[in-house]
């Protein structure tokens, strides 16, 4: 079907720049030469007069970044909302902790509000950048190329960053160009709590919903000015919401009338997809896409296996909608967050107790990497365990094989993987659906 073909066009185009973060990460360190023309750096208030090698991370959504950037070797310290897996063995440390802080001896602490002891900060020599989060798209090239400045320097970190974030908006249309033409418009919008809180049109939230190409209910409100009574009368079609939430919105009297409501169009999503701004902003476009289209699911997807091989077994996971997501980082650990309460069963793909996804450990993932490595898509020694690299060269195989790109190995992807029909990654040029 066209449909399927214009799926499967896009999901190729994904893969491309899912092997462009593969490869993000630098094995060289930087000559004298190079420092002394990527430093000083300035970003806000604070100078850098060198690379930093101690960095300690205290917003979630910077971590993201980094992880999107692949600078998290530089990384001592995070704080705890930073539960990107990959940063599972970072000390965990506040501001207000000085003494720990401290102790980690970091060269630069990331954050991306004003602390309120900044003063404190710098009388105990603790140096702050602060980097707030993207209010858009052009602003997310300026978030991007500050965090790479202050990393790997204001000429090559923050060229190399700029790139990245414009690669990520670029997979972010070519979901946005997947949105099937229709005289029906359709809106939506992303609400934070039952106070009325949205993604209006200048956050970078909003932007994510304007993407999916459905209308943002909030698109021409301010942030702040979003009430109950504003939702009451823009009326969405759809609505997305913090896992948790859709409870009380499907029980609440006052918003009984919404359509949304009324409907059943009340979807839950992690709500990491809405705060973190490195690969987890495809992974929010590429849910909402699949609520709002689910006929691309339809179209793309095959029916089940009936059987799968012994190698297949291990860890539960839930997947979400088409899943672009574009990393490199960890080999052995995802940032990804877990979507197994962000959308109901019609539009996720089924997942099982004997489901191999990202923390699965064993021999069962031991083969499923060797075979990956057979096929040409993992480049990585194999350890028997389920990270990230062992995620992204999943997801490469299921996007060349016509399955739904998850990264989380099910039966009927693993009864691909082992077939005599399963395409390598040598022949992928030649897979055009």
Known sequence: MHTAKRLAAILLCLALLAALFSGCKSKEKPSSEDETTNYPVTIGDLTLSEKPERVVVLSENLADIILALGYEASLKGKSPECTQSELSILPEVSLSDLKTLKDLEPDLVLVDTEPENAEELALQGIPVAVVPPATGRSDFEREYSDVGSLLNGKIDGAAFAVKRAQDIFLAIDD?????????IVITACYLYDMDGTAATGNTLAGALISATGATNAFENTEQGDTTLAALKLSNPNYI???TGLKEQILA???LSGLSAVENGLVYEMDP???????RTVLQAVNFMSGVLYPELLDNAASDPASSA??????ENGDSSAIEPSSNSSDPD??????SSSSSDA???SGSSDSDLKVGAKGDDVLKLQKRLAEL????LEPTGEFGEGTEQALMNFQLYNGLLATGVANAETIKTLYSSSAIPADQTGSNEA
């Open 272 to 278: 990491t997809y809405m705060i973190r701004q490195g």
């Open 309 to 314: 091989p012994s190698s297949g077994d291990g």
């Open 346 to 348: 019609s539009t996720t």
């Open 240 to 242: 997305f919401c913090p």
């Open 376 to 379: 040409g898509y993992f480049v």
């Open 175 to 183: 979901i946005t160009r997947m949105a099937p033409s229709s005289n």
């Open 333 to 338: 650990s995802s940032s990804e967050p877990s």
């Open 252 to 254: 609440s009297e006052e």
